[in-house]
């Protein structure tokens, strides 16, 4: 009798397909071959393809989710979905999953199609009383965008609305380098959004949901010396620290714990989610929502996994576990 097939799915469409790469790269070397036999799945804008842990080319077939490893076409039986921004991070891969009856670790089509707007997503935090920055949302077709930016005051963010990795984001601290600010998140995304900065220390928190419930794993805080954490100070600068977990006051950790599991339960989410706040001493602004988080050896999202003690392996297993059983 053969083992489940397990699908890795990576790659996508946006700039962040690098970083998918890698943390499908991670998931896959974590799965338990003695229960599950696991492939790659990489979707791209040329097509879809698949091949087995080593590399080596497979045959698929994207009508129902099968490939041929020399024994005839097997069905994939589960999807763990590595992809970070579309098609695997707003309900695209979701949608067609469904339509196959293919169940997958994350948040359902609905709930990652809202999670993937950053503009969409604080407004709805903001109405359920959730403390966020002010902001406004612009489109490249509006003749009033600059003026509305504006309004937001400075310092402020300019972010790309459905990007990740901190592409195409800005800090803009003075008026005159707010239109280069726009041009630079337009080129990345139609929908942009605009934030006021907030001052604060960056504190973030991984949510799973292994045993049915959300569960807030340890607190992580970013030290860095840039503007902002964007890409550089995630993946590449030296000088960038990830403290876990993050040395602050246990009712800070409490505190944000409890936010953290109250927003992955608002927003209906499922899998591995990472919500970053910032604790200015008094408040706790909630910043941001990523419903497929980096999985790479140098993401969070892992150092906060073993620090939990679950460890990846379990964690890993354990969501197979959960989608079989659903």
Known sequence: MSLPLIAVVRGGYSGESVIS?????????AVDRS???PVFVTIGRDGWSASDPEEKPLAFDRADFSVDRGSGR???????????????EDGLLQGYLDMLDVPYQTGPVHAMALTMGKFGTTALLRQFGFDVAP???????MSDALEKARSVGFPCFVKPD????SLGMSKVKQPEALPMALELAFAECSTIMVERAVDGRELTCGVIDLEGRPQALPLCEVRHTREFFDYEAKYHAKDTEE?????VPDEVTRLVQQRSEAIYALLECRGLVRV?????????????????????????????VEASGIGVPRLVNGMIERMLAR
């Not at 459905?162 to 990795?165: F, I, K, L, V």
């Not at 999985?295 to 150092?303: G, L, N, Q």
Request: proline share 7%.
């Open 35 to 37: 229960r599950y036999t």
């Open 74 to 88: 097997q069905r994939i039986a589960a999807a763990l979905i590595a992809i970070h921004g579309s098609p695997g």
């Open 21 to 29: 790469m890698q943390s499908a790269a991670r998931m896959i070397s």
């Open 243 to 247: 403290i876990v977990p993050a040395p």
């Open 276 to 304: 970053d706040h910032l604790w200015t001493g008094e408040r706790l602004v909630t910043i941001e929502v990523n419903t497929t988080p980096g999985f790479s050896a140098a993401s969070i999202f892992p150092k906060m």
């Open 135 to 141: 902001s406004v949302m612009l489109q490249a077709s």
């Open 162 to 165: 459905r990007s990740g990795s």
